[in-house]
């Protein structure tokens, strides 16, 4: 039997915060880009075990011209051992069917920024406690295997949604590819990536004190992006074994094999860097935001936002903007800003004027008073 003095200690910390987390619940919002037909619902569906529109109906190629780009949202409560999460799959069906895809970006950056906005909200509002997060933690951005490289309307697209989220690339359907032919466009990727100067999500390093294999699993994870992913939600029986994959006639995909698809790598990621994915939403493409916002709303200012300097309003609002700006519109927003800051300055100089002032009169009065007891006493 346990004992009241078992349980004490500093190291019980983590087990009271994982017992709180548990009870709670997680939330995660994940976004999937891409065009029809490269298996962004099978993914999804494969990954959390779902069934998001299973009974959908494949569109014709008028519908596909006619149809324009829309978002949808699909919430799920996923529980594993006692943990439950609280999934949101965002949708963009449309993206990328039209000839002229310069329509598509405007609703999908709106989406991400109004999650912002609502989140801004909430936390200014009294009831904080109770904030839900809807906020786009993580994008999949699903590119076409049959695309030697990334398309001028996918790096147009990245360079405007990179700041704004956490992108994970991916290789839609990898088995069309061989092996040569999956790591030559993998290359290929990451060098129009580096080309374009387009930020993606990158897996953080570990810590000098984290155990071989963790090490090992993590370079592994960062080697292998962009995943390129085979997805499944089919069971096959192969030699008295059920598996996941796909059936073709000279063979079988396994979804779950590492040799075959980077799913199990995929999988692994998500889960893992979740909290991570968590914290840079919060603490980077949040923060710039609410930055942004508070900064062009005339509010008042956060220390979070008193922090940056000239050169980071100059930044930040070339960043947020969505789009490259020219620089006769970056030194009008900078001149502004540096009008805003100098205003409260000045506000600043006159209040600290008034309780100089203030103190000034609290002392002559003191000063009054005293000479007026000495008077009285000297009369008497």
């Not at 891409?34 to 999804?44: A, D, M, Q, W």
């Not at 919430?75 to 990328?96: A, F, H, Q």
């Not at 609502?118 to 406690?129: F, H, I, M, Q, V």
């Not at 930055?291 to 930040?316: E, K, Q």
């Amino acid at each position: 039997m346990a004992t009241t003095t078992s349980y004490l200690g500093f190291a019980n910390l983590p087990n009271q915060v994982q017992r709180k987390f548990a009870k709670k619940g997680f939330e995660f919002n994940l976004m999937v880009v891409g065009e029809s037909g490269l298996g962004k619902t099978t993914l999804i569906n494969s990954l959390f075990g779902t069934n998001i529109n299973s009974n959908r109906k494949i569109p014709t190629t008028q519908e596909l011209l006619d149809r324009t780009l829309s978002i949808e949202t699909t919430s799920l409560d996923i529980e594993e051992r006692g943990v439950r999460l609280k999934l949101t799959v965002v949708d963009t069906p449309g993206y990328g069917d039209a000839l002229n895809c310069s329509d598509n970006y405007d609703p999908i950056l709106q989406y991400i920024d109004e999650q912002h906005r609502k989140y801004l909200t909430n936390e200014s509002g009294l009831n904080r406690r109770q904030i839900r997060d809807t906020r786009v933690h993580c994008c999949f951005f699903f590119i076409s295997p049959i695309n030697y490289g990334l398309k001028p309307a996918d790096v147009r697209f990245l360079k405007l949604l990179q700041h704004k989220v956490n992108i994970v690339p991916l290789i839609a359907k990898s088995d069309f590819l061989t092996p040569n032919e999956t790591s030559t466009l993998k290359k290929r990727i990451l060098e129009e990536i580096k080309q374009h100067q387009i930020d993606i999500y990158t897996i953080p390093d570990c810590d000098p004190d984290d155990d071989i294999e963790y090490k090992e699993h993590v370079r592994q994870l960062q080697n292998s992006m962009p995943f390129a992913v085979s997805s499944s939600v089919d069971i096959i029986e192969v030699n008295g074994e059920r598996i996941r994959g796909r059936e073709y006639p000279w063979g079988i995909v396994r979804t779950e094999c590492d040799d075959h698809s980077d799913y199990v790598k995929l999988r692994s990621m998500l889960v893992s860097q979740m909290q991570d994915l968590h914290e840079v939403t919060h603490d980077l493409h949040y923060e710039n935001y609410r930055s942004l916002h508070l900064a062009n709303s005339g509010g008042d200012m956060s220390p979070m936002t008193r922090r940056f300097n000239t050169s980071d309003v100059r930044d930040n609002v070339s960043i947020l903007s969505g789009m490259t700006m020219d620089e006769t519109e970056k030194d009008r927003l900078l001149l502004e800003k540096e009008a805003e800051i100098r205003r409260m300055q000045q506000e600043l100089a006159k209040i600290q004027d008034q309780i100089r002032l203030q103190s000034l009169q609290q002392n002559d009065l003191t000063t009054t008073v005293a000479a007026n007891g000495a008077t009285n006493g000297h009369s008497k």
